[in-house]
């Protein structure tokens, strides 16, 4: 069975810097899929960015980047610039590769603190 | 944009009660899902379905049991609630495309058993 750790239940950063949340999973497959998904105090959770475990090259969507270390099973989150709307709940996800309506199996989620 | 809803945000209930909990998506997506989210636990997953009729346990369905009439909705329900069930309930749904799915998710509901 596939496990997602994030060993860092609270983080904090100061508007304007940058904060890296982490995230370690363990699993047999060669190809599967990441996430990080985003949940605001009260409000509904959304995608932030994917990775495609067969891609090389580390996803960035805007502000958030990843750095994924395949043969580490690493996977963290870099958010740049931080915003006060940044403050939120932040879960890493994984999935299997390749089956449709597959489970998502969630980390134990970061509470990202963004301070003015 | 993708619009899941579920029925209550917060809901109490005394122990041995029924409960049902309903979500409904407005975008056609063939896979629904049911997760209870507790501090330090994440999101686990209860059930889900990829079709109507159709559903498979997920990690922790003792207790639990879901309903699938209409592809749109899917229901939990706890046939006889305990003060364990007290958690963030969460829906999510997403379309069968392989590669490319994702799952959207609902605000949530807060389940108070007393």
């Known amino acids: 069975a596939q496990t997602v750790t994030q060993s860092q239940p609270e983080m904090s950063v100061q508007e304007a810097e940058t904060v890296t949340l982490s995230c370690t999973y363990d699993?047999?497959?060669?190809?599967?899929?990441l996430f990080w998904y985003k949940q605001p105090p009260s409000r509904q959770m959304i995608l932030v960015i994917r990775q495609e475990a067969y891609k090389q090259q580390n996803a960035t969507e805007n502000r958030f980047s990843v750095n994924f270390q395949k043969a580490a099973k690493s996977f963290s989150l870099k958010i740049s610039d931080s915003q006060l709307g940044d403050a939120a709940m932040y879960f890493c996800a994984y999935r299997r590769w390749g089956t449709s309506g597959s489970r998502l199996t969630f980390g134990e989620g970061t509470q990202l603190t963004v301070n003015p | 944009d993708v619009k899941v809803t579920q029925s209550s945000r917060y809901l109490v209930k005394r122990t041995g009660e029924k409960v049902f909990l309903e979500c409904v998506q407005d975008m056609d997506h063939e896979n629904m899902f049911w997760y209870r989210q507790d501090p330090g636990l994440g999101l686990r997953l209860i059930y889900f379905?990829?079709?109507?009729?159709?559903?498979e346990k997920g990690d922790i369905p003792e207790g639990y049991s879901v309903s699938r009439e209409k592809k749109e909705r899917f229901s939990l329900i706890l046939e006889s609630a305990s003060t364990n069930q007290t958690s963030m309930y969460l829906c999510?749904?997403?379309?069968?495309?392989?590669?490319?799915?994702?799952?959207?998710f609902g605000p949530g509901t807060r389940l108070l058993v007393l």
């Open positions: 379905s990829y079709d109507v009729k159709m559903k």
């Open positions: 999510a749904s997403s379309l069968l495309a392989g590669d490319q799915e994702t799952q959207y």
């Open positions: 699993t047999s497959e060669s190809d599967y899929y």
